[in-house]
Nanobody
C-alpha cells in the first residue's frame, strides 16, 4: 500500500505560481511512476503530468507544457508539481497518483493509488 498526501494548493492570481507537493508513505516510492491529475467542476478528471520510476522521463498534457514541471525526490518520498504562468482554466482539484506502470496514467487516465486532492484556484 502507498499513502499519498498532497499540499501546496491555494488561491493565486492569473500569471502567478504555485508548487504542489505530494508526500508518500508505505512502500518504497522509487518503485512507482508518479503523476498528477486534476478535476475541474463539472468535468472529468484529466491527466496533467507524470514522471517515470528510474530515469525521470516526464510527460505532460499539451495544455500545461512549458508552464508546469513535475519532479521527484525519492530520498524524501515526495513528488512536486511546479506550476507557473497559471491561468483561470487551471482551476481544479489536483490529485497525486502512483502506479507501477506509467502508461496506466498517461494513456489510460488511471492509477493504482490516489491522494485526496488539493484545491487550486486561479483568479482572473
Amino acid at each position: 500500500q502507498v499513502q499519498l498526501v498532497e499540499s501546496g494548493g491555494g488561491l493565486v492570481q492569473a500569471g502567478g505560481s504555485l508548487r504542489l507537493s505530494c508526500a508518500a508513505s508505505g512502500r518504497t516510492l522509487d518503485t512507482y511512476a508518479l503523476g498528477w491529475f486534476r478535476q475541474a467542476p463539472g468535468k472529468e478528471r484529466e491527466f496533467v503530468a507524470a514522471i517515470s520510476r528510474n530515469v525521470g522521463l516526464t510527460y505532460y498534457v499539451d495544455s500545461v507544457k512549458g508552464r508546469f514541471t513535475i519532479s521527484r525526490d525519492n530520498a524524501k518520498s515526495t513528488v512536486y508539481l511546479q506550476m507557473n504562468s497559471l491561468k483561470p482554466e487551471d482551476t481544479a482539484v489536483y490529485y497525486c497518483a502512483a502506479d507501477y506502470i506509467i502508461s496506466t496514467m498517461t494513456k489510460r487516465q488511471r492509477s493504482e493509488y490516489w491522494g485526496q486532492g488539493t484545491q487550486v484556484t486561479v483568479s482572473s
